[in-house]
């Protein structure tokens, strides 16, 4: 049973559904408060979604600053499991922990849809458990979710196969190469703007995010995020 | 600064009448202080005294085994199974946001989800009501662009998702549309708390935002007519901000929880006044402020002003005496302020003092209830009864097919996708079926039940017979939430009318009320709250009538809810429910003749419940795979909406329908365009169909197996006995997604 810490800003809104997704999963979740530091041995860190200190700057500008964002970072530094969702994923690249950066939807409004995103890398912590290339239905929700980078970064991205996901059938909001998730190079930070907690059981429509905590547990089972790797065949180097 | 002079002038700014001012000596017996004159012309508005529909609201049935709380507090209050209950309302913010269309419909939304938290619920659903003029017009367009972004970017921060709602557009709302929110909440039963004060020495302070000058007199601003001069009304129009409305209700939830508070409402409408005034008279006691106390924005802020600010984001809790510093505790670690500014008193006196002086003493009781009650004239406009009585003069000729894709065209009938794609609608994970559909559905977590939810109102009905058009919008309400499999509830209202000084006016109020309390009492769906908002007029005239009703019901499997589309090709198509000549009020005469008249379709109580059984109980067996209720626009519609799919399908189905046996005196338009009432089309594999003509049968309805789903994709054809529809499905989804986003630019 992995011990999943989700981080809880003010403004947060999806931190009790993203808490109750990783217990149906099997984890040991608990919520950590922003003005705390430590993270109580997590194994993993959730950022989950919402509008943290009211996002009225600029998405995740003000939460990159809050003291347990400096506990969330070493636990990123040393290795350790890191998923950003939506307003978590534009933390994380506020904070330098992900490349890139989320700008205003291309239509410039909020948008509420389910989208398709295909499975582009299986080799981290929160997309073990699915088939590379497997295509899901996830509610996306976001006024902010247009990913950016500069052409290098872009280039490295692609290269080095930290798109983990990717829209498919329609690009929403005007990301970058389709892009609606990326890791970090040591690939135990993801953020992906898809809500997978908000489709983890048949009544709520389908149950296609589930993995994204499923992983965690599978990921314990077997130790190593390496043999994942190994099997996935693509980043043996990582 | 010195406040003015009480002049007879003055009274009349503040919307008194000379016979009401006469009132407020008498009990004073003194002239009032002008702090005192604010606080009369704040609660004896029309927004917060109902003085002039009162006695119309007492006609509601408001009582039943599923009432856990009536009429009277922030919300109504609905039992549901395992200990849980519901709270919801529904309000209207119609004149803000008529002048300042982003932040009038934000605030809409702020202050409904927190007449829901306050009692103890934690908000799972909003819902709206929206009416504009004609989208060819560009300040409706801004209104409507404007009202949209507004609710969406409150709601979308305080994470609540919007699981439904209606749109409508008609020129009698050019100038002054409507903005009716509702905030749908679930609590445990027992953790119910009341807005009403109690226990001497237990101590008042506000949490939250701090007090400014927003807002002044909002709400007397919503009780009187809109004018040229309203622009000037826009300092007036309180700003939200949802980022302390969620703190707020967080840091309100768990106060709620940790006992060590009596009682909790909402600065709304009346700000302060309001709050402290009803608290105390709900309960009977005394209450007195020391309004310098009160935490401003800025310096030299008056009585008068703290008193009548309608600032957002503020509460007002009556906490037991010895557990302030925990209340305070709590707010802090929500990075709110609380302050105490005052203490409950035995003497029954509202009394407020300023810098050691007593500014407002008023008996509070007389206060909250002994505003005059009115009783208008109602009289029908012989104009309306004339336009009833008529029908449209000979128009263009359309075939079936143009019709129909006419009616897919037009703003009212077609997707509202454009709207609800900019709210968030499955955020809390609890989403079971999103807008789109007939009624929104949820779960509640970790419970096998759901909870349906839909507001509703067809105003031409009201306008040209407002008492078939009160009952119609309740039974549209509980045909919509039957569809999904629930048994309605309960409603909540929000009835949206002219000024009711104007018989005519007066008369469309008294009857729409009628429609409503009976169809209420034919369905046993008790009238739990809601709101008047009279005084919607512009230059141009009022309002169309429109009584807006926000249903809930009951499934008792929130995994056994029936969509609204065909999924799966070959199964069965039914229609449920007798056709018959009633196109008076139709979407298509408006559409297609540009006629807005005749008799609307009467509404069979009787029938109509029946209908709601029938859906239940077909759902609870699990024979459905999809229901829909056939209203705007009639059957033409209802089947093509089937077909077409849901706003996020990639792809509609074929649809092969023959309605040849309706025959004669029917004509096709009849047949596809009458708005007759208790109706659905139903879709199920056809190993059900027995079973489900047997159901229709036992309950006495109507029955007819109109044809079969077609392929993905496929052709949608309707065979008539004078005509035909045959058009492919993605044509009819390619006019009917698109409308609105044409019209808007997009």
Redesign the interface.
Same mark, same amino acid.
Not at chain 1, 109 to 114: A, D, G, I, Q
Not at chain 1, 202 to 205: A, D, I, R, S, T
């Given at each position: 049973m992995q011990r999943v810490a989700v981080v809880v800003f /003010?403004?947060s809104?999806?931190d009790?559904?993203t808490l109750?997704?990783a217990r149906a999963a099997g984890s040991d979740a608990y919520y950590v408060w922003h003005k705390d530091t430590d993270l109580q041995r997590a194994d993993a860190v959730i950022l989950p979604?919402?509008?943290s200190?009211?996002?009225?700057l600029r998405s995740g500008a003000i939460a990159r600053f809050s003291p347990v964002l400096r506990a969330v970072t070493a636990h990123a530094r040393a290795g350790g499991a890191v998923l950003g969702i939506c307003n978590g994923f534009q933390i994380l690249c506020e904070a330098g922990l992900l490349p890139g950066a989320l700008m205003r939807n291309a239509?410039l409004?909020?948008?509420?849809? /389910?989208v398709r995103v295909r499975v582009e890398a299986t080799d981290t912590p929160f997309t073990a458990s699915y088939e590379r290339g497997a295509e899901l239905t996830l509610?996306i929700?976001h006024?902010d979710g247009r990913y950016v980078a500069d052409s290098q970064t872009a280039a490295e991205l692609e290269a080095n196969g930290q798109v983990v996901l990717r829209y498919v059938?329609e690009n929403p909001n005007g990301s970058l190469h389709d892009i609606s998730g990326v890791c970090n190079a040591g690939r135990n930070v993801v953020g992906i703007m898809p809500?997978p907690?908000?489709r983890?059981a048949?009544?709520?429509?389908g149950q296609d995010g589930a993995r994204v905590f499923l992983s965690l547990e599978a990921r314990n089972a077997t130790q190593h995020v390496g043999d994942l790797r190994a099997v996935d065949g693509r980043h043996l180097r990582v | 600064m010195t406040d003015p002079k009480i002049t007879p002038e003055l009274v009349q700014e503040h919307n008194l009448t000379s016979e009401e001012y006469a009132r407020i000596v008498a009990m004073l017996g003194r002239t009032p202080t002008f702090p005192e004159l604010g606080i009369f012309s704040a609660l004896w508005s029309e927004h917060c005294s109902y003085k002039h529909s009162r006695p119309i609201l007492k006609t509601f049935p408001t009582t039943g085994p599923q009432v856990v709380q009536g009429p009277g507090e922030n919300a109504g209050v609905l039992r549901l199974p395992g200990g849980w209950a519901v709270a919801f309302k529904i309000e209207s913010h119609n004149h803000p946001s008529a002048v300042e269309p982003y932040q009038g419909a934000a605030t809409g939304a702020g202050g409904i989800l927190r007449d829901v938290f306050t009692m103890g619920a934690r908000p799972v659903a909003l819902l709206n009501s929206l009416r504009f003029g004609p989208l060819d017009d560009g300040r409706n367009r801004y209104l409507f662009a404007g009202v949209v972004r507004g609710i969406g970017d409150y709601g979308n921060c305080v994470g609540v998702p919007t699981l439904g709602g209606e749109v409508d557009f008609a020129p009698g709302y050019a100038g002054n549309p409507l903005v009716n929110a509702m905030c749908v909440g679930v609590l445990k039963e027992k953790d119910l708390i009341k807005a009403a004060a109690h226990g001497v020495g237990n101590v008042l302070l506000t949490i939250g935002s701090r007090t400014g000058r927003d807002g002044i007199h909002g709400a007397s601003f919503a009780s009187e007519e809109l004018t040229h001069e309203s622009d000037k009304r826009r300092p007036q129009v309180q700003v939200g901000d949802p980022f302390t409305e969620k703190l707020l209700l967080e840091a309100s939830l768990e106060l709620i929880a940790s006992d060590h508070i009596v009682a909790i409402q909402d600065m709304g409408a009346a700000g302060l006044t309001s709050s402290s005034a009803e608290m105390a008279a709900r309960g009977g006691v005394g209450v007195e402020i020391d309004l310098s106390k009160v935490p401003t924005r800025e310096p030299g802020m008056t009585p008068y002003e703290i008193l009548l600010s309608e600032s957002q984001e503020r509460m007002l809790v009556v906490a037991k005496a010895d557990r302030v510093k925990e209340v305070r505790a709590i707010a802090a670690k929500w990075d709110l302020d609380a302050t105490p500014i005052g203490k409950v008193t035995d003497d029954g006196m509202y009394r407020c003092t300023w810098q050691g002086k007593v500014v407002v003493e008023i008996p509070g009781r007389q206060l909250v209830e002994d505003c005059p009650v009115y009783y208008p004239e109602a009289k029908e406009d012989p104009a309306v009864a004339k336009l009833r009585a008529s029908t449209p003069h000979a128009a263009r000729s359309y075939a079936p097919s143009d019709a129909l894709l006419a009616l897919l065209d037009s703003a009212s009938v077609a997707s509202k996708k454009w709207v609800f794609e900019q709210y968030d609608s499955t955020v809390q994970a609890s989403t079971v079926i999103p807008p789109g559909g007939d009624a929104g559905v949820l779960r509640v977590r970790h419970e096998d039940f759901g909870i349906a939810v839909k507001t509703d109102c067809n105003s031409r009905y009201v306008r040209l017979d407002p008492y078939e058009g009160g009952k119609a919008t309740v039974a549209e309400a509980a045909r919509n939430v039957a569809c999904t499999g629930a048994r309605p509830l309960g409603i909540t209202d929000c009835l949206n009318f002219g000024s009711p000084e104007r018989a005519a006016v007066f008369y469309q109020f008294r009857e729409a009320c009628r429609g409503i309390a009976d169809a209420c009492r034919a369905l046993g769906t008790p009238v739990t709250g809601g709101n008047v908002s009279f005084y919607n007029e512009s230059p141009t005239g009022a309002v169309d009538p429109t009584p807006v009703v926000g249903m809930i019901g009951l499934l008792t499997r929130a995994d056994r809810a029936v969509p609204s589309h065909a999924r799966s090709p070959g199964d069965a198509v039914f229609v449920f429910g007798d056709t018959r000549a009633e196109l008076g009020g139709s979407a298509y005469w408006e559409v297609c003749a540009d006629f807005v008249g005749g008799q609307p379709p009467r509404v069979n109580l009787e029938d109509e419940k029946r209908l709601v059984d029938l859906l239940v109980t077909g759902a609870e067996r699990s024979l459905f795979r999809s229901a829909h209720d056939c209203s705007h626009g009639g059957l033409g519609v209802a089947l093509a909406e089937v077909a077409m799919g849901g706003p996020y399908q990639e792809l509609g189905f074929g649809l092969d329908v023959d309605l040849t046996a309706y025959s004669a005196p029917l004509t096709a338009h009849q047949v596809l365009f009458s708005e007759s009432h208790g109706r659905a089309v139903i879709t199920c594999s056809p190993e059900r169909a027995a079973a489900i003509q047997a159901l229709a049968g036992e309950l006495g309805i109507p029955v007819l197996r109109a044809g079969t789903v077609g392929p993905v994709n496929g052709g949608f054809r309707v065979t008539l006995r004078d005509g035909q529809i045959e058009e492919p499905v993605a044509r009819l989804r390619d006019v009917y997604f698109s409308a609105i986003p044409r019209r808007m630019g997009d």
């Open positions: /003010p403004g809104n999806c009790a559904d109750d997704a979604g919402g509008f200190y009211g996002d009225y239509r409004k909020f948008l509420s849809r /389910p509610p929700a006024g059938t809500h907690e908000r983890n048949q009544v709520l429509g | -």
